[in-house]
């Protein structure tokens, strides 16, 4: 079978249709096999969990490139039901938060382990003084792993809406850890995640922004067995771990925030 329409890009891969029910990943030029060999790898891990997500079918190579077949899903994103009608965001962020906290009660298996992420990624900060990395680790070392399905990504762009219900796409950060660490990343995304203050209504999206995230929360710690307060002690080290990513116009935001909850102890008990 041949590739079939360009579907869209991303900064590692391209996107073409494959047949009538398939998509193909197709790794950019330079990309070896590694990356789809991981990629593969985890959709299939995830997919064995049973949680809503596209069926990952094979490995295939492509005008010698790597490449992925995956399902192609007919549906739209949450983000488009709230660009429509932003006004329904309470509904959408307690959708959100359920679909997270069912994601939170899978264990999967051959997933990396989160907590060895995040070292890696403080480890390797640049701009840190040796002593805000050995406090960051000191509190990551501190928190609790676990063995859950976390997506790493988990926001509206990444939940779509389809005939057979909700699906959620965009798996390559997927690991095993404590769900906690998942809800922190997530806060991060809807909450922090960098918006040119030149944006026209700049002052209102960072209200919407603040009031989706508190239904989210409020929402999924209804849904989840970990109480709130254990939430907070993750942001630090989860927060730090976003910088290693290279955001625009992030490092100025995040930077004192990290420094903020650093600085913050935990209560006793």
């Known amino acids: 079978m041949q590739k079939g329409p360009h579907l869209a890009d991303g900064r590692t891969a391209e996107v073409f249709a494959w047949g009538d029910d398939r998509i193909l990943k197709l790794f950019r030029p330079g990309w070896d096999s590694g990356a789809a060999d ?13 949680y809503p997500c596209p069926q990952v079918f094979e490995r295939v190579k492509v005008e010698k490139r790597p490449g992925i077949l995956y399902q192609r899903i007919q549906g ?6 709230f660009q429509k009608s932003p006004w329904r965001f309470p509904a959408l962020a307690r959708r959100l938060a359920r679909l997270h ?15 060895a992420k995040l070292k890696r990624r403080i480890a390797g900060l640049d701009g840190a003084t040796e002593e805000q990395r050995i406090a960051l680790l000191a ?7 676990g063995d859950r399905l976390l997506h790493g990504d988990f926001h509206l762009e990444n939940v779509y809406d389809t005939p057979d219900g909700p699906m959620v796409l965009d798996w390559v950060d997927a690991a095993c850890g404590h ?13 922090y995640s960098y918006v040119d203050p030149a944006t026209p209504g700049y002052a209102l999206i960072q209200l919407v922004r603040r009031l989706f995230t508190r239904v989210y929360l409020s929402e999924y710690f209804r849904h989840s067995p970990h109480p ?16 290693r990513e290279d955001i625009a116009g ?20």
Not at 101 to 115: I, S
Not at 139 to 145: A, C, E, G, T, V
Request: charged share 25%; hydrophobic share 45%; proline share 11%.
């Open 250 to 269: 992030e490092v100025e935001t995040l930077v004192p925030f990290i420094e903020h909850e650093l600085a913050w102890n935990a209560p006793p008990g």
């Open 101 to 115: 906290a069912e994601m939170h009660t899978r264990t999967p298996e051959g997933l990396p382990d989160a907590h």
């Open 179 to 191: 769900p906690l660490a998942d809800v922190a990343r997530s806060v991060l995304l809807l909450q």
């Open 38 to 50: 991981y990629e593969f790898e985890v959709a299939s891990a995830v997919q064995a969990t049973g």
């Open 228 to 243: 709130r307060a254990d939430l907070r002690p993750w942001f630090a080290p989860v927060f730090a771990a976003r910088l």
């Open 76 to 81: 739209r994103p949450l983000l488009a039901d």
């Open 139 to 145: 509190r990551l070392d501190s928190l609790p792993r």
